[in-house]
């Protein structure tokens, strides 16, 4: 069995930070990407940001510049750097991992108030 728990989420005024975590235990083969999904109410889920396991990063565009997608291999363990949070980043933060199949976590919340 693979878990994913997240942490980090909260609630911060617009321009404030946040960094979330997202910590892989179990059987884990190995990983392609780790990454960051985000879903907000009456919206679909969509990609945040990814991290390959060669080192690459891709964002969604509206998130480019204020966040960091990052990794600690030895810990099986994402994060993801949140800076001048806007209220449109109110949303639950999914981490997903891509190994030998897809996983997600629990989900954790972000609010940004104006």
């Known amino acids: 069995q693979v878990q994913l728990v997240e942490s980090g989420g909260g609630l911060v005024q617009a321009g404030g930070s946040l960094r979330l975590s997202c910590a892989a235990s179990g059987s884990i083969e190995s990983i392609y990407t780790m990454g960051w999904y985000r879903q907000a109410p009456g919206k679909q889920r969509g990609l945040v940001a990814v991290?390959?396991?060669?080192?690459?990063?891709n964002y969604v565009d509206s998130v480019k510049g204020r966040f960091t997608i990052s990794r600690d291999n030895a810990k099986n363990t994402v994060y993801l750097q949140m800076n001048s949070l806007k209220p449109e980043d109110t949303a639950v933060y999914y981490c997903?991992?891509?190994?030998?199949?897809?996983?997600w976590g629990q989900g954790t919340q972000v609010t940004v108030s104006s």
């Open positions: 997903n991992m891509v190994s030998n199949r897809g996983y």
């Open positions: 991290l390959s396991s060669g080192g690459s990063r």
